[in-house]
Structures are given as structure tokens and as C-alpha cells.
């Protein structure tokens, strides 16, 4: 069977775990980002300077094309992004309507081209209550479809998919990673703002693990 693993690779913290757990598992990686007219695309920049460093072969698909079929979401759309926790309500504005379901099928396709046999994707369990396609009854229902999409089966591989951003955090750690090559703010600006839902998740993590977050925020 061949080695070779798609990672679908936003430049978040979640995803950049994912990507170096697939290096840590001897695979031959090739990253996929998406531009889907996101705010905060300054992800995209955090995740080609990673892949460049490491070598890593690296695609940014544009896809901001659909941005009119995917509208309604803070991330994509003239709408405030709300402050706050994840728990709150107000967060399902930052829902891109079947965004995950979109990213996957063209990892997938990717995939197949490849002649890969697995495409890795960072769903955790800190996502499940905001994002119906994060939770393990969506992976699930992907992953047997991905199976019989094609001639070639191709496996969704989750490691996080119970995991919290904490004890993914903590695996990361463990692998020496640098959070510092990561970007989370949903406020694309020159620092991240501290105050958004992902930036909430993130600091919380780093509290857990009683470490401080490299990333600089703003006053």
C-alpha cells in the first residue's frame, strides 16, 4: 500500500498537530490548503511557511469562487465576528454552511490522484458543539462514502476527533512543535485579537497545558 497521506491543512493549530502526527507515523505528506474567501486567510501564509521549512509538497486551492453559494458565516461574509466562547450561541455565525463536506470531497479527489490511500483532516471534540460537520456522525458518514466514491478507497483519518484542543495541544507538545507557526484568530489583522471564539479555545488550551501561547494578542 502506498505511504503517501493528503493532510487537509488550514495552518491552525489543530491542523498543524495533524500534519506533524502524519510525519511522526512515517507518512509521505502532501498538504492542502483552502482559500474560501476566509477573513483570517492570513492562516494560509502560517501554513505555505511551514510546509516551505519542512519541505513539505503544499497546494493552495481557490475555491473563494463559491463564496456566494457558502455566504451567511462571520468567516466569509460583511458580518461582525462575535466574542465569546464556542458554548455560546452567537458562535454559529461563524458557520460556513457545508464547508468541511466541500474541503474533504476535493482532498478526496486529490487524494485518488495521488494514489493515497488516506487524507487526514483535524476535526477535535471542542468543535462539535458549533459545527455539525466536526462531529464523529458526520466524519463517520464522510468516511464510508470516501470509501466507495471511487475505484480507490480512500480512509478519513480523524486522530483528534475525541480529543479536546487541550490534550491535542498536549500531543503536539510532546512532539516539540512550535505553536508559534500557527495562526487561530478569526480576525485576519497583524495580531490576534484574544477575544473571538477560536482565540478563546486556543488561550484556554494553553492554560490547561500551564504554558503561555507564542502568538502576540492584542491589548
Known sequence: MSNKAVVVYSGGMDSYTVLHTALAEGKEVYALSFNYGQRHSKELDVAAAVCAKHGIPHKIVDISAINDL????????????????????????????????????????YAVSLEAPEVYYGAH??????????????????????????????????????SSKGEILAAGLAMNLDYGNTWTCYN?????????????????????QGITDPLTYEA
Open 70 to 109: 457558502m455566504a451567511g458565516s462571520s468567516l466569509t461574509s460583511d458580518i461582525e465576528i462575535p466574542e465569546g466562547h464556542y458554548a455560546e450561541d452567537s458562535m454559529k455565525n461563524t458557520v460556513v454552511p457545508n464547508r468541511n463536506m466541500v474541503l474533504l470531497s476535493m482532498a478526496i479527489a
Open 125 to 162: 471534540s471542542g468543535d462539535h458543539h458549533i459545527y455539525p460537520d466536526c462531529r464523529p456522525e458526520f466524519v463517520h458518514a464522510m468516511n464510508a462514502v470516501s470509501k466507495i466514491a471511487n475505484y480507490e478507497p480512500v480512509e478519513i483519518v480523524t486522530p483528534f476527533l475525541n
Open 188 to 208: 485576519g489583522r497583524e495580531h490576534a485579537c484574544g477575544k473571538c471564539g477560536a482565540c478563546n479555545e486556543r488561550l484556554e488550551a494553553f492554560a490547561e
